[in-house]
Nanobody, 114 residues
Framework: QVQLVESGGGAVQPGGSLRLTCAAS????????MAWYRQAPGKQREFIGD???????TIRDSVKGRFTITRDHAKKTVYLQMNSLKPDDTAVYYC????????WGQGTQVTVSS
């Protein structure tokens, strides 16, 4: 069974930055497109963007220019770099395989407040 572990969240002031990390236990992690999602209080889980096995990212317009997705095949990790954070970015952030989903991890909490 594949386990997803998100980390790197925390509390930050508006305008700050965080880099989230997604790691998986499987040995074939690198062949999958990986996606980031978030779920704000009282909201449904929202797709943020994804990155292909070759490293091509797709970012939704609402966060384009502020968020960047990268991956490191050697470390079998996927990153979400978040800059210029806003209070509306407050959410629990998750990763998963959009084309072959596995059980959700616990996510990592991002709180943006003054």
């Amino acid at each position: 069974q594949v386990q997803l572990v998100e980390s790197g969240g925390g509390a930050v002031q508006p305008g700050g930055s965080l880099r989230l990390t997604c790691a998986a236990s499987d040995k074939i992690f690198n062949i999958y497109t990986m996606a980031w999602y978030r779920q704000a209080p009282g909201k449904q889980r929202e797709f943020i963007g994804d990155i292909s096995s070759s490293g091509r990212p797709t970012i939704r317009d609402s966060v384009k220019g502020r968020f960047t997705i990268t991956r490191d095949h050697a470390k079998k990790t996927v990153y979400l770099q978040m800059n210029s954070l806003k209070p509306d970015d407050t959410a629990v952030y998750y990763c998963n395989r959009p084309n072959a989903m596995v059980p959700w991890g616990q996510g990592t909490q991002v709180t943006v407040s003054s």
